[in-house]
C-alpha cells in the first residue's frame, strides 16, 4: 500500500508564506546577532573553540573575516524573503549559518539546529514560484499548485520540534519536582503582581505539565481544521509567556510564525491575494501543472531524511547511564529548556617529574559563557583537557628565578555539577588523566554514577 | 474533536488550579521572601555603611599623611602607617561590589592591584606629569603602592629625603579620595535605589551583578590572596613576588577580613553587626537549609583556620605550609557550594545571550 500519495497536490500559497516568515526572520536574527556585537565576542576572542565529532575541521575565520558569513547571513536571507535568486540565496544561508553554528557547542541552541535544517529544506523547494522577484522577472515560473508533501515536510519539522520536546519532558524531575521551573520561575518571585505565584509550587506544577501536554498534542490540534485557531490561541499564549519569562530571544517568535504552516490553503491564499494586489503583481492564470519527474527524488530524499529526523532524537537509547547527567546523545534532539545545571570544573595540569601541579584558572582560556557551558558537559571537558594538554606538553616554566622543563603533563580535573537543584555531585575524579580519554562518541563509562 | 479541544483548555485549567492542594507542605517563607527586601537592607546596611567607612578611613589616613608631612615624626609616621593598615582593611569590606559606580571607577583593579611595581613606582615620583589614570599605572598606584612606599626598610627616611616621592604620594591619596567620594557618592544618590529595585534575573540586574561579583571575589580571594603565593598554581612551588603584602606583612589579615566580608554578606549582616536578610535567607525560602547550615560552616572552618595563622602569608610558607594548604583545600570547597549549589538554586544568569537552557 502506498502510504502516500506522489500526485496529492495543494496550492503553493503556505509555502510562499513560510518563505517571507522565515526570510524575514532570519535577517532579523542575523542583523540582531551582529547590532550585539555578539560576532566579536563569540567568534573573534575565544582562543579556543569546542568544534562538533566530526566538524573540528570547521575553523572560525580570521579576525574580521568572521563578519563575512553574517553579511551573507543578511544578504541571501533578503534573497528568500524578495525570492531573488531564491534557490541560490537559501543555499548561502544554510551554508553561512551553518558554518557558523558548527563552530562551537558553547553556543548551540536547538532552535539554531531547527532553523539549519528549514534552511535546508527550503533550498529543495519552490517556494519563490509566486509572489517573488523571481517570477515578476520570469527568472521561475508561475506555479499555484505543488506537491502537497512540500508543506508536509515542513510540517513535520515543526512536528518533530514540538513532540519530541514533550516526550523529552515526560521525566519525574519535570513532572514530579516541578524542576527545573521552579527555579526558574521563583527567580521572578520580585515581578509586580504575578511574583505571589511565580514563588510557589504549584506554579511551577502547573507550567510544567501545561507545557509537556502543550508540547505533546499541539501539533495533532493544529493540523485538525475544527480546533486550529483555538490551539493556535494557546500556541501564541504559550511562546509569549516563555518569551516574556526567559531569555530566548527571537525564538518564541520564530515559532508563533511559522507553525501558521498548520493553516488551510485557503488561508494562504487569502494573505499571498492580498500581498499580490497590494505590490501589484498580475493576477496569476492557471497553467497546467504536473509533477514533474525529479520530484520523485525528491519524494524519497524527504523519506530518508524523515526518517534521520526521528532516529536522531531516539539515539541517546543506545546509550547506558542517565542523559542529564552523561549528555550523550542530549543534543539535536529537541531537548528545549529542559534541566538546569551548574558546575565547577578545576583542572590541574600535573607534572610527573616533580610531581608538582599547576592548577588551571579556566578565565585564562575561556570566555564566562565557554566556561559555563564546558564545566557541565563531559565532551567539552574533554576537548578541553586536549587544549590544556596541547598548551603545556613540553613547556619551560618560569617560577620565581628557576625554570621547569614541563614534558609530558598528565591534565585532571575535580568538577562538580548540580542537576535540578540537587545538591552537587562529584562528575569527575581528579585521579583520571583527561589527556588520554579520547574525544569521541563512545559511552564514557569512567564519568562518576549520577545519584539521584 | 470538539470535545479534544476542550478537553485541552480543561487540562489547562486543572493543571493551573488543581495542584494547589498538592504541595501546602512548604511554609509561607518560600513564597514571602523577597529580594528587593534583601536587596535594600544589602544596600543600606551593609554597601553604603561600608562604603561611608572607606571615606572617613580614607579622610584619615589623609590628615595622618598631612600631619606626618608638617612634623615628620616617628609618632605620625606611625601614625600614618596605622591609618593606612585600617584603610585596607576597610577597602576590603566593600571590594566586592565591583558593579554600577565601582565598576565605572574601575574601584578593584585602581585601588588593590597588587603586586605592585616597585621600580615604575620610583620611576613615576621622578616624573612630575606622570598620568596615573593610565592603565599602564595600575601597579603603581592604589594601597599596594602606598604600602610600598609607607613600609619599605627606611622608608620613612627615604620618604622625608625626597620631595618627589612625598608629591607621588600627594598623587596617590588624592587618586583615592576622589574614587572613594564619587562611588560613594553614586550609591547615596540614586545608585542605590536603582539597585535594590533591580531584581530580575537577566545578568544586568541588581542581583545578578551581586551573585556574579560575590563569586568572583570569592575566586579572587581564593586564588590572589593564598593560591598563587602557596605555589598552587607553580607546581607547588610558593610564589612570593605575587604576595599581596610582602612590606607591611599583613596578608593574611586582608584575606581573613576579604573573607569575613564575603560571609557577612552571605549572611546579611550589617555594618553594625545586626544580621537581616541575606542570601542565607533566600536559601531557606528556598528549602535549601542543609546548604546554609554547610556554607557557614565553611566559613567557620575558614575564619577559624586564619585565626590560628599569623599575619604575613610569607613566614608561614616556610613555617606551616601544610596548614596553608588546608585552608585552600578549605576555600576550594566552598566555592562548590557558592558558585554551583548556591548560584544554580538562584537561578540567576551568569551571561548575558540568549539561551534556551540547554
Redesign the interface.
Known sequence: MQLYSLSKKTSIAPLVVFRLLFGALAFYGAARFLIKG?VDE?YIQPELYFGFYGFEWVKPFAENWMYLPFILMLISSAGILLGWFYRISATVFFLSFTYVELLDKT?????YYFVSLVAFILIWLPANARFSLDTRFKRTTIRKVIPSYYVKILQFQLACVYVFAGIAKLNSDWLFQAE?LF??L?????MPFF??LF????TA??FS??GC?YDL?IVF?LL?N??RL??YF?VIVFHLMTGWL??????PYVMICLTLIFFSPEFHERIINRLESWFRFQPIEVKNDAVIRSTRNLYFASIVFIIIQIIIPMRYLAYPGNLFWNEEG??FSW??????????A?FYIH?PK?K??????NSTYLT??QE?QMSTQPDMIIQYAHFLKMKFQDTT?Q??T?K?R?LNPSIHADV???LN?R??QKMIDKSIDLSEKKYNLQHRAWLEKYKP | MRILSSLFILVFFISAFSCKKKDKTNPEDTVNFQKREMLTHTSNQIILPGLTNLQTAVDELNSSWGLFKSNNADASFLQLQEKWEKTVLKFHRVKIYEFGPSSAVGFRAALGTFPTDTAKIIANSGNSNVNLALLVNLDAIGFPALEYIFFRQNAKSQLTASNELQAYVDKLILKIVNEVNTVHSAWNSSYGTTFSASTGTESTSGFSLLINEYNKEYELAKNAKLGIPIGKQSLGIPQIRYVESPYAKISLLILKENVLALRDLFQGKGANGIENLGFDDYLNALEKTSLVSSINTGFTDIENDLNNLSDDILIETQNRPGQLDALYTKMQNLVVHLKTDMTSAFGVLITYQDNDGD
Open positions: 555578539w563569540l553556543n548551540y541552541l536547538n532552535h527545573p527555579t526558574w521563583q527567580s521572578h518571585r520580585d511574583g505571589v514563588s510557589q509550587k504549584w506544577f502547573a505539565w501545561f501536554i498534542f490540534f485538525n475544527r480546533t483555538v490551539s494557546f526567559f531569555p530566548i530571544g527571537v525564538f542530549f543534543r531537548r528545549v529548556m529542559l534541566m538546569h545545571k551548574e558546575g565547577l578545576t607534572d616533580t608538582g601541579e599547576i592548577e588551571i584558572v564566562k559563557r559555563e616554566l617560577i620565581g628557576t621547569y614541563v562538580f555539577v548540580v537543584g545538591p552537587a
